[in-house]
């Protein structure tokens, strides 16, 4: 099995998007059995922890679906994302970046977000890059499609990264507007700038909107990657700032 780069696997359990060793326990049930299987996700490694969150996603994505509804404003903006847009590794998902901005913007949110996913990163199962969830987004007919990912896509080449934001455009080319938030200055990861420049130079010869986090000022968890709670409401605050007015 080809190696992938993770920021952690999440699935949807109802409304919500959760990690996905919560998810095991939930979706397997309560009780002693549930806390072993979340025991032993924790304690796996290497392949077998990618396995096993390949299958919390699968399980969930087929029972629940891919896309979660927030909020009911008068705009219709799906978000397509990773384990940020997800707020997983968070206490509740509910304090994520996601739902803040919903709500300070009045919108109806369509998100499909899975983490480890970016738009060459597979994820977990290998095969949730950006480009094959194109259609569950577009069903939700958006008048504005957000992409927020790039961080899992770390280490990849610049030009190979440029040519599938383009592609991944090109796929929405019928959504009047379409904005695309870059990754954080994480810092457990070396080489998120190179990111941030080869997703820049694409959506904007695509005339498309580019939103750049690199240099916000945000706190992570002991992993590196991950924001806090409280950096996922400066995030929510930074990019409803930069966000153009509909």
């Known amino acids: 099995m080809m190696g992938v780069k ?6 949807r359990v109802g409304r919500l998007v959760i990690g996905a060793v919560a998810a095991l326990a939930l979706v397997g049930g309560g009780g002693a059995a549930a806390l072993q299987v979340r025991k ?12 096993a969150q390949c299958e919390a996603i699968k399980r969930t994505i087929n029972s629940q679906g891919s896309v979660v509804t927030l ?15 997800a707020g997983d590794y968070l206490d509740s998902p509910a304090d994520g970046w996601v739902g803040q901005l919903a709500d300070a913007k009045d919108w109806a949110v369509q998100v499909d977000a899975i983490g480890g996913t970016g738009f060459i990163n597979g994820g977990p199962c ?4 950006f480009g094959a969830r194109v259609d569950s987004i577009l069903a939700t007919d958006p008048d504005v499609v957000l992409i927020e990912g790039g961080l899992n896509d770390h280490g990849r080449p610049s030009e190979a990264l440029a040519a599938a934001v383009s592609a991944l455009l090109d796929d929405f080319a019928a959504v009047p507007s379409i904005i695309v938030v870059g990754p954080t200055n994480a810092p457990a990861i070396t080489d998120d700038e190179a990111v941030d420049t ?15 986090a690199y240099d916000w000022e945000l706190e992570f968890l002991p992993d ?3 924001m806090t709670k409280d950096s996922h409401a400066r995030y929510a605050s930074k990019l409803g700032a930069a966000v153009p007015t509909s």
């Open 224 to 226: 590196g990657i991950h």
């Open 71 to 85: 909020g009911e404003g008068s705009q219709t903006v799906a978000i397509l994302g990773d384990s940020y847009a």
């Open 40 to 51: 032993n996700i924790q304690q796996a490694d290497g392949v077998q922890r990618q396995v």
């Open 198 to 212: 080869a997703m820049r130079q694409a959506v904007e010869s695509k005339g498309r909107t580019y939103v750049s």
């Open 6 to 11: 993770l920021l952690g696997g999440i699935v």
């Open 126 to 129: 290998l095969t949730h890059k």
